[in-house]
């Protein structure tokens, strides 16, 4: 007789087996989200400035310099203050950058304590916020931190009436108003332009690079207008718009017979030219100079007067004062610029006191030359010395 127990057992075991050989193996890779790739984590960022605790005053322009990295690419940056976004930029690559400086700016409009948060993306993937808290007054009367100043940020007076780009991101300078024109330098983040021509829709603008080179930057990103590339400040509703040179790509036509020309005469230019129009463009040198024990720290700064008009200035004096209570001293005579021509005068500053300090530059000190503007020849560099190790 058969043994009805034991058939009944090895058909069981005969079932579980075939189930066992139909299922799929279980596999220890997690499944990309969000577009990451397998095995990348999320994005990074830090924030370099400000500082938790830094004291400003309502209606002045704060800048976070931050940096963001990604083993991949990161494809654009947010700043969030009080939890409402006020700034994003991207990167020109559509790959992204893995490692992405940024300058981001946010002007508070009341007083009070504002979180502010940096996140980085790398396409839909978001980083951990980046925060740091500061402290908004209403005037400077009622800031009370003593703080050394922020370095490597520029300086916006909101008074200048001169038309520049600021730039949130290293941006591309091009020959022409478009990503097909070949590149001629790149600009690092943080670098003001002054602005001397733009296309019909504002989306491309031409910079002075130099006195002897100018370029074009992009505003915005193409495929998402509310990613800026460069920040626009002063007066640019006078900034005449520029014809673009032909296209690169463009090849002509090769022509089956030589065509009969007529002459035909250009009539000499109506307009008058613009006067001069100086600039302090940069003040370079040591934001952070170390001071020994019982001594003195010298440094050299290095200041770039251009002038942005058309006319030539003629003979201009300039000065130099380092706030609150230093002298004015004579920064040099400067004999002629020409329209768009740039001098650099080099000047050696001595501090003996750890403190926060600001060197104060003024082109055309005694107002010799006849401007365009006569309040934007002004130049400021904050500068903080601190204790030798």
């Known amino acids: 007789m058969p043994n009805w127990k ?21 596999t220890e890779e997690p499944i990309p989200t969000d577009g990451a790739s397998s095995g990348d984590g999320k994005p990074e960022v830090t924030i370099s400035s400000p500082q938790s605790g830094d004291e400003v005053v309502v209606g002045t322009d704060v800048f976070v310099s931050a940096t963001a990295t990604d083993s991949v690419g990161i494809t654009r940056v947010q700043l969030i203050a009080n939890n409402q976004i006020v700034k994003t930029v991207s990167s020109e690559s559509v790959a992204g950058d893995r490692n992405m400086n940024v300058l981001l700016d946010f002007r508070p409009a009341s007083p009070g304590e504002v979180k ?8 839909g993937v978001a980083s951990d916020p980046a925060t740091v808290t500061i402290i908004v007054r209403q005037s400077q009367a009622q800031v009370t931190a003593t703080i050394v100043p922020q370095t490597n940020v520029p300086i916006i007076d909101p008074n200048d009436p001169t038309c520049r780009a600021l730039t949130n991101v290293g941006l591309n300078v091009r020959t022409g108003p478009g990503t097909h024109y070949p590149r001629i330098t790149t600009l690092p983040v943080g670098r003001q332009v002054p602005i001397i021509g ?14 002897t080179t100018s370029g074009w ?56 030219p613009q006067p001069a ?9 040591p934001t952070a100079p170390q001071l020994p024990g019982g001594g003195s720290v010298s440094a050299t700064y290095f200041v770039t007067i251009t002038n942005n008009g058309q006319a030539n200035t003629g003979s201009f004096t300039n000065t130099i004062q380092v706030l609150p209570d230093g002298p004015v001293e004579e920064l040099g005579v400067v004999g002629n610029l020409e329209g768009g021509q740039s001098i650099v005068l080099t000047y050696e500053l001595t501090f003996d006191a750890v403190g926060a300090y600001t060197i104060r530059v003024v082109a055309d000190s005694n107002n010799d030359v006849p401007e365009l503007s006569e309040i934007n020849n002004i130049g400021m560099q904050d500068v903080g010395v601190v204790p030798a190790p």
Do not use: K, M
């Open 217 to 272: 930057v992009v505003q915005r990103n193409p495929l998402n207008p509310n990613e800026e590339f460069i920040s626009i400040f002063g007066n640019c509703s006078a900034i005449p718009i520029v014809s673009p040179p032909p296209s690169p790509t463009t090849t002509p036509p090769t022509p089956t017979h030589t065509p009969t020309r007529t002459p035909t005469q250009i009539p000499p230019p109506t307009n008058t």
């Open 6 to 26: 034991s058939f009944i057992l090895i058909c069981a075991l005969l079932v579980l087996s075939a189930c066992n050989l139909s299922r799929t193996p279980p």
């Open 116 to 123: 502010l948060e940096v996140i980085a993306y790398r396409g």
């Open 198 to 211: 733009r296309v019909g829709d504002n989306t491309w603008w031409l910079v002075r690079i130099s006195s």
């Open 277 to 285: 129009d100086l600039i302090v463009l940069d003040i370079d040198g």
